[in-house]
């Protein structure tokens, strides 16, 4: 609450730079810049204040790689909000990519 006993909401924190090397490997799997953009604007909107980045990220155990969006959760994500954020997360890939590129993407918190 502030001063006058109103709440305020956070403004959502600009959206980080995707890297070269993301876009190139995205290019690379058959993904457009655009679906990668939607996966990154979904996130900031499930996770309005905190902050983002993107990586290409290689499975040790299968040797397959994929795009990490790493959100630092931090204060103001409990359990509950963290698990009903991911699930909606999921959910929001199913609609915003194609099922053939859905695989690219992982959510990764910290």
């Known amino acids: 609450m502030t ?34 953009q939607c996966v990154l604007t979904m996130t900031r909107r499930l996770f ?4 983002l980045s993107l990586r290409v990220r290689e499975d040790p155990a299968d040797g397959e790689s994929y795009i990490v969006v790493e959100v630092e959760a931090g204060e103001g994500y409990d359990d509950i909000r963290i698990a009903l954020a991911t699930t909606e997360w999921t959910d929001e890939l ?12 992982r959510l990764a918190l910290a």
Request: a negative charge; glycine letters at 2%.
């Open 3 to 36: 001063p006058n006993n109103t709440f305020t909401t956070p403004l959502p924190v600009a959206l980080p730079p995707v890297p070269a090397d993301v876009f190139a490997f995205a290019a690379a799997q058959g993904a457009a810049i655009e679906d990668v």
């Open 48 to 51: 309005p204040t905190s902050p």
């Open 94 to 105: 199913f609609q915003h990519c194609p099922s053939n590129q859905m695989w690219l993407f």
